[in-house]
């Protein structure tokens, strides 16, 4: 097809005429579908836009103003369209990155929330498993951060006393631990509490 019979039928085209549509479509869709599938180096991407760029050129066919030849603004138009789909393309690849990133942040956060729930009523349990002066001892050690000398101020007991406390309350604890199999809490309690 010459020049001056592809004006002739983009013309055509402009005012509504479908038999020039097909035509056009018949000669340069095998060009642009070659050209696409070289900027896109993807088959069904190029089929994709080929069909977008000539729904588009139906739709817009009374208010298209060609400059160039036809050939010229299909190409130039291809170029914008895959332009477009790259850009879509690194924005979408950019939100999902983003969101998968936050995603795994929040669900580890939850994950780490629910072990953290879980192991701190677990030991709860353990410690309240200690008989009632063992326990007493215990919290005032392991939670308010009293020194032996300090506990044995506070319930005028020895030193002595209080560190067998303590050996008997860390043994139960671990055995408590143990009974439920939490190997991570009683890594920690082991590495953290020893007296």
Request: aromatic content about 10%; hydrophobic content about 35%.
């Amino acid at each position: 097809m010459n020049l001056k019979d592809g004006e002739k039928l983009f013309l055509l085209l402009k005012s509504g005429d479908e038999q020039a549509f097909k035509q056009l479509y018949t000669v340069y869709s095998p060009i642009l579908y070659n050209n696409l599938i070289k900027l896109t180096k993807d088959k069904e991407a190029a089929q994709d836009l080929l069909h977008d760029i000539f729904i588009s050129l139906w739709d817009k066919r009374e208010s298209i103003e060609i400059h160039t030849s036809f050939k010229t603004y299909l190409l130039i138009t291809a170029k914008h369209m895959v332009f477009n789909l790259m850009r879509r393309k690194i924005v979408s690849e950019k939100a999902e990155k983003y969101l998968k990133h936050a995603n795994s942040e929040y669900y580890q956060h939850i994950e780490e929330a629910i072990i953290h729930k879980e192991t701190s009523e677990l030991m709860d349990k353990a410690v309240d498993s200690l008989s009632t002066k063992r326990k007493e001892i215990y919290k005032l050690c392991k939670e308010e951060n009293k020194s032996y000398a300090e506990i044995s101020s506070i319930l005028n007991i020895s030193t002595s006393t209080i560190n067998d406390h303590m050996v008997k309350a860390n043994k139960q604890i671990k055995e408590y631990l143990t009974q439920y199999n939490n190997l991570y809490l009683i890594l920690i309690y082991v590495f953290f509490n020893e007296s």
